[in-house]
């Protein structure tokens, strides 16, 4: 990369500054979400439990450690949670720049780094105290170790152990192992020996990782559906990243544009950074329900790489109108201040505090109690616990009589005889789990008598007990 050292640290810290400062732009202001208390809440395991408990089945542990030390240096609030993500947010923008330039010039550095600091996704994913940000940044950083180890053949250890770190960061990242281990394998500098030894490092160190992804793909729900599992739904993939339908087309005209005047573009490393991720995950998602934008970060910041590689490339009125085009719309259509994932959970946190404490509150599904539980006063909050969630579910239980419930039969009978009133937050799981009775059984027993609608699918309720005639 010493077309991007050349250049200079001007540049690279004006565009990381700039990152750091939009980033860190009203940080708390959105309430944490469920996946962020998650991760709050799983950073309170000691380290080696952290491992143990998200191999188990959840996500790869490298961000809750990272987000342990971090919360034990600096604090639970919310702008210290997502102090952290925002730093690797603007690390990303920096690596952006320097992938800019170093596939084409200093103005392709420039709009890829743009695109992304002023992005709804970046500004909103981009940020969150989960492991998306530094999935963004890892991925960049593959790239920049995989070119370099290419034009110089040095840094290849450097290369394996930047793949490795994705790994053990999210799922998804395997994915940009597979594009550059397809793309050694047409490239005629690269040897079988250096190739066998890439795949068994990587292998070796990420296996354990392998085969809790494989068991989660194989045990997905075929009731749940991707979101984006159409060609339609990857069009609307394409408007998260570009925050609204007209950056969208000016983007994709950019690229058309582009692809027309060089046709190299087509075989070009960015190129296949983006659609080499995008499209694979993208058919996938008629099989499996990869429903979130966020689990496609790797193709986002080859996203941004390649509209930056492709504007600059064109010839020089095209180059400024188009350059022009996509910065327009995108800053003009950003929104600095996203509202979140779940912008009402203060609130109901409130709405919960108001509740009689001897009246229970019914949760469904059952990982619905720990929701909001960062917004609860619990007294087991602020310890390194090898048990935290079981600490939580339990205080929550003894002060609150919050309980959560997957089916009838874990409701808590004793709980509902002893009062004619219950609360009932409904989080979308007639929706969640298709044609399942809980939600109408309690129904049944239960008149509703005050409804709060938080949200699509979400509501909380209070109920009396019906008559029996």
Request: hydrophobic residues 50%; glycine residues 8%.
């Amino acid at each position: 990369m010493r077309k991007c050292y050349k250049i200079g640290w001007i540049n690279l810290s004006l565009v990381f500054f700039l990152a750091l400062v939009v980033r860190f732009h009203k940080l708390g202001e959105a309430p944490l979400w469920t996946d962020e208390i998650f991760s709050w809440s799983a950073s309170h395991l000691p380290p080696s439990r952290i491992i143990s408990y998200l191999l188990e089945g959840n996500n790869p542990p490298l961000w809750e450690l990272l987000l342990h030390l971090w919360r034990r240096w600096w604090g639970d609030s919310e702008v210290a949670l997502r102090t952290l993500p925002a730093i690797f947010s603007a690390l990303t923008a920096a690596a952006l720049f320097c992938l800019g330039t170093y596939s084409r010039n200093s103005l392709a550095g420039w709009i890829a780094a743009a695109l992304w600091i002023f992005s709804d996704y970046g500004q909103g994913v981009g940020r969150e105290a989960r492991a998306y940000a530094l999935l963004g940044f890892l991925t960049a950083l593959a790239h920049i170790a995989f070119l370099y180890w290419r034009g110089s053949n040095r840094g290849f250890y450097v290369w394996i152990i930047t793949l490795l770190l994705l790994f053990h960061t999210h799922y998804m990242g395997v994915g940009v192992a597979i594009l550059q281990l397809i793309f050694l394998l047409f490239d005629k500098k690269s040897t079988k020996p250096v190739i066998l030894t890439a795949i068994l490092f990587l292998t070796g160190g990420s296996w354990l990782i392998g085969i809790v992804f494989m068991e989660r793909l194989i045990s997905y729900s075929g009731s749940e559906v991707g979101t984006f599992a159409s060609w339609e739904g990857l069009y609307n993939m394409l408007w998260r990243f570009s925050n609204q339908p007209i950056p969208t087309v000016i983007a994709l005209l950019t690229l058309t544009g582009a692809t027309l005047y060089q046709r190299s573009l087509m075989s070009s490393y960015p190129f296949w950074a983006f659609l080499g991720l995008f499209l694979p995950i993208g058919l996938m998602a008629w099989k499996v329900p990869i429903w979130q934008d966020r689990y496609l970060m790797s193709a986002a910041v080859g996203y941004y790489w390649l509209l930056g590689h492709a504007a600059a490339g064109l010839p020089a009125v095209g180059r400024w109108i188009g350059t022009a085009g996509l910065l327009l719309s995108w800053i003009i259509s950003w929104n600095p201040v996203p509202p979140g994932k779940a912008p009402f959970n203060r609130h109901l946190a409130r709405l919960i505090m108001q509740k009689p404490t001897h009246q229970p509150l019914i949760c469904m599904p059952s990982w619905i109690a720990l929701e909001y539980s960062y917004y609860l006063p619990l007294s087991c909050k602020g310890r390194v616990s090898s048990h935290f969630f079981d600490e939580v579910a339990q205080e929550l239980q003894l002060r609150y009589r919050i309980f959560g419930a997957n089916a009838y039969a874990e409701l808590p009978v004793c709980e509902l005889q002893a009062t004619d009133t219950i609360w009932v937050l409904d989080y979308g799981y007639a929706w969640s789990y298709p044609g399942h009775p809980l939600p109408e059984l309690l129904r049944h027993e239960w008149q509703p008598m005050q409804v709060w609608r938080l949200a699509n699918h979400v509501q909380l309720w209070v109920g009396v007990r019906r008559s029996v005639d």
